[in-house]
T-cell receptor, first 113, second 109 residues
């Protein structure tokens, strides 16, 4: 059972570099999310999508971009990486109806130096 | 606005009972989730409350009072493996789940 798959699991970036965190789900979920979690803190929503072709900003979208060309994939792009973007990133998905469980990927540990 | 509060840390003894509180003020509310997160891992689902009252699931129970904007997670017969962070999250009509800061629980022998 694949569920939500994120890659890469670990990455070190230099300041100013760009990269894309990949996320794919095989549960046919319409809703997908990107969260970041700083050490000892809760999850903060970066972007979310309610379906292919539709994306919306969350609480902390600055410095990030997303796209949703298919139901399965929801990549997160970091442009001009900054040390403040050092964090753990979680992709998640849920089915359309409210009240359905969010399923998380295993996380991507990103360090910007 | 969105505001969810939880205690930062709690400590309890193996075999004991612990209650982790969560208070919330959000622009929308359809229900409240509790998630468990072990260090270095992704959050995993524990419970979901829509209606007021207590939901029991084995050693874990979750309570909700919508009128008071309050929920708690009750863990009984604590085990060492229960040492983790516990996150409450408001289901904002399925489009935006708002997570609290999490409570780090340490279970001591």
């Amino acid at each position: 059972n694949a569920g939500v798959t994120q890659t890469p699991k670990f990455r070190i970036l230099k300041i100013g570099q760009s990269m894309t965190l990949q996320c794919a789900q095989d549960m046919n979920h319409n809703y997908m999310y990107w969260y970041r979690q700083d050490p000892g803190m809760g999850l903060k929503l970066i972007y979310y999508s309610v379906g292919a072709g539709i994306t919306d900003k969350g609480e902390v979208p600055n410095g990030y971009n997303v796209s949703r060309s298919t139901t399965e994939d929801f990549p997160l792009r970091l442009e001009l990486a900054a040390p403040s973007q050092t964090s753990v990133y979680f992709c998640a998905s849920s089915s359309s109806a409210s009240g359905n469980t969010i399923y998380f990927g295993e996380g991507s540990w990103l360090t910007v130096v | 606005g969105q505001n969810i509060d939880q205690p930062t840390e709690m400590t309890a003894t193996e075999g004991a009972i612990v209650q982790i509180n969560c208070t919330y003020q959000t622009s929308g509310f359809n229900g409240l989730f509790w998630y468990q997160q072990h260090a270095g891992e992704a959050p995993t689902f524990l419970s979901y409350n829509v209606l007021d009252g207590l939901e029991e699931k084995g050693r874990f129970s979750s309570f909700l009072s919508r009128s008071k904007g309050y929920s708690y997670l009750l863990l009984k017969e604590l085990q060492m493996k229960d040492s983790a962070s516990y996150l409450c999250a408001v289901d904002n009509y399925g489009q935006n789940f708002v997570f609290g800061p999490g409570t780090r629980l340490s279970v001591l022998p």
